[in-house]
């Protein structure tokens, strides 16, 4: 592959149940991919050494030698803190108390590592690779095993005062809702996520509710798609509420920051119009479009190319910063 403008940049995605490994020009062509197994019950070590040969398989298959690496982007779940490159107790990786991914891939690597948080990552891919790419003030809202959000705002990833701006899946929208992991009640996480989507179907099928999600041993958010697309009144309801709830949350921040552009990601946003009709329903009926008179509400443009491509973005974006004449993450905003 050509190295294009701006160099080549490896990029990870690392998520509880795979690893996924590429090299990516500054176009967005994506070379070498692999995935494997995290193998999270293993531990941080084993995690990590696990990481570093999927990315020397992707190096290997690109043709591409570590050394032509300008960068390497990683985007992990969460909470982490991108500067140090330190993961901290994600819930799908057991045993990451303060574990410095970014030093230790960097030593068994031999390249400058970034880390960035998966949903913030995301949100750079759109921006920067995305069929909407260069809008400058946008939202990156992701619905699957959990839901998180990345901003920009003025071209720029918006971290906020401690790096940890873009909770979109913690903003309350029903103050008297269900509970939430995170302690409060009524978060578009309650209502949205993959695993309250299923908790709520299997509360309204022991209520008495007809399904053909009845007796189901074990349901995922998936299951309630899949249902939903086959016809199933309960799981379509399931989607119009979680739909109503994230539209809701694009409700509020689109007030707070006049938003251009919201785009909706990740595996829950694969049920197309049975979350996305009620979503814009929510939006068009409650928006005030004194504060967001153009506002767009797109679906997800690169699929599940978003983890790779917005662990690339992120890299391009820090070196960027690092060394902003060098022109690594140039983009021409398009006007608001």
Known sequence: MTDGRGGLVGAVDVGGTSVRAAVVDAAGTIAGFVTRPTQAARGPDAVIAGIADTLRDALARAAVAPQALAAVGVGAPGPLDWQTGVIYEPPNLPGWDAVPLSDRLTEALGVAVYLENDANAAALAEFRYGKVRGV??????????????????GGRLWR?????????????????????????????????????????????????????????????????????????????????????????????????????????????????????????????????????????????????????????????????????????????????
């Open 160 to 336: 906020g005062a401690y790096g940890s701006a873009g909770e979109f899946g913690h903003m309350t929208v029903d103050f008297e809702g269900p509970p939430c992991d995170c302690g409060n009640r009524g978060c578009v996480e309650a209502l949205a996520s993959g695993p309250d989507m299923a908790r709520w179907v299997r509360q309204q099928i022991e209520a008495g509710q007809p399904s053909a999600l009845r007796g189901a041993s074990q349901l995922s958010g998936r299951d309630v798609v899949e249902a939903a697309r086959r016809g199933d009144d309960l799981a379509a309801a399931a989607l119009e509420r979680a739909g109503r709830a994230v539209g809701f949350g694009i409700v509020n921040a689109a007030h707070l920051v006049n938003l251009d552009l919201v785009v909706v990601g990740g595996g829950i946003a694969n049920a197309g119009p049975l979350l996305m009709a009620p979503l814009r329903a929510a939006v068009d009926r409650h928006l005030l479009r004194s504060t967001a008179p153009n506002l767009r509400i797109e679906a997800w443009s690169l699929g599940q190319n978003v983890g790779i491509l917005g662990a690339a973005a992120a890299a391009r974006a820090r070196l960027a910063d690092a060394a902003p004449q060098a022109g690594l993450a140039d983009i021409e905003p398009q006007a608001g």
């Open 136 to 153: 400058p003030h946008m939202l990156y809202v992701t619905v699957s095993t959990g839901v998180g959000g990345g901003l920009i705002l």
